[in-house]
């Protein structure tokens, strides 16, 4: 990719099966190789990058927390602010991959890339996907932006948009798509090719809470056929801030969840219902009543999104009709 020659990339190395090892218990340990080491078996130490690598965490993502998100985007600002820098790239565990590009995506204003990646086999495995995947992030970061850059995945060949992405698979090497659109691009070996009329949404940008600690507490609730409403309760009890129904089809639950939701929201918890399905829109005309329920639809956001967006818009917005309209933008 001639493009790329000389660009310098920071890679901040953040743990996940990438740099996983086989294990004496037959699976493996995430977490366990530095980013130096991960970096070393990409072939791309010829020098044709300028490439600095950093260990953010050594975290398999399960234990992605708040915190390290605080960091990480602390660490992101810092570089674009020095200046010096053309790309960066995060290596991640898989399993919340899309959260931290969601949530990346908005509270940083970019004038380059941020692409994440990973790696579904470890690293000393027969069929190791991290180096591949670790390169192509690489090289996709030294791309010079056309505009703002953006927060994008890359896996599997496939660039992905942090508003899209979605982990869609527990055991397949293309464990990540864009349901509701398509990749930006592909990648055929080193050279990407970036899907025609595909662009990345320019996505509202928040700022950044002041510590992880004082972020609102917003949980989600997975609905399913016969859910009770005395978990809905138990969860409502915690006392948290909001909480993000995973309905059913368009938002929906059974009615006695519905009703414990709407006293909670009657006594400010802000409900957000988005929906378990794999794409689609959740809209307020549905056969849920949001205006009487004090209700808040997700729109095209999916609960883990939702949950994202509504703990960003709760640190600025108080409110059902502030916060819906946090949803309804792009
Ligand atoms: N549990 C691992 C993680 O998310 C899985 C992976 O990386 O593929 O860190």
Redesign the pocket.
Known sequence: MPEAMGRRILVLAT????A?CQAAHGGYL??QIAGQALLAQTGLGDGSLHIDVEDIAH????DMSQEIWHRLALRIEAAVAAGGVDGIVVS??????EETAFFLSRVLQLPFHVVLT???RPADAADADGPVNLRQAVLLAAQPAAGAGQVLVAFGGEIHAAQWVKKIAASSLR?FASPDAAPLGVFLGDEVYWTPGMTAPVARRYGLPASAEQWPKVGILYAYAGMDSAQVKACLALGWDGWVLAGLGNGNAPHACLAALADAAAQGTLIVRSSRCLTGWVTAAGEVDDQAMGFVSAGRYDALQARILLMLALSGTRGRHAVQAHFSAV
């Not at 743990?15 to 990438?18: D, K, L, P, S």
């Not at 975290?59 to 399960?62: I, M, N, Y």
């Open positions: 743990g996940g099966t990438i996983g995430s977490a975290v398999g993502s399960q991640h565990g898989t399993d919340t991959m990973g790696a579904m464990a």
